[in-house]
């Protein structure tokens, strides 16, 4: 068994790839979606569940939910056995929770220039990924006798 140093560093990069996918994933569906509809209907590309039902935009929510609900329910263990041995599987999970509740930032910040909304997007990636790390680290059954 290893230090939990090289843990976090394999599970980061993983994590990254795998939160910068996920909002690829929803920005393509989204932009798939709005050639469907009329040209007056227009929203933003939304990343965030919570901003689409808050600010009543349908499409986009159910777009996301399908991309989040898709991603966490495949990456999700069938039996504990699987569990036991999926690391990855755990980190794609909580990778994929720390980006659904974190992606509202992204949709704040639709007023600002460009490069400020694409710094965001980026720190809100790199934050996900750092959350999902930490937290599958933390939660794994070998790890819990060990200090971080």
Request: a positive charge; aromatic letters at 16%; one cysteine or more.
């Amino acid at each position: 068994m290893g230090s939990l140093s090289y843990k976090y560093s394999w599970n980061f990069l993983p994590a990254l790839g795998f939160s910068l996918f996920i909002s690829v994933i929803i920005t393509v569906t989204d932009l798939v979606a709005k050639l469907f509809y009329p040209p007056h209907v227009d929203w933003g590309i939304v990343y965030s569940p919570f901003f689409a039902a808050a600010s009543g935009q349908w499409a986009p929510l159910v777009i996301c939910l399908i991309v989040y609900g898709g991603f966490i329910s495949y990456n999700l263990p069938r039996s504990r056995r699987i569990r036991e041995e999926n690391e990855v599987g755990d980190v794609a999970v909580y990778t994929a929770v720390s980006l659904l509740f974190l992606s509202g930032l992204i949709d704040l910040s639709y007023t600002y220039p460009l490069n400020t909304r694409v710094g965001i997007f980026l720190v809100v990636n790199v934050l996900s990924a750092l959350v999902g790390t930490l937290l599958a680290v933390k939660f794994r059954p070998w790890n819990r006798g060990q200090r971080f």
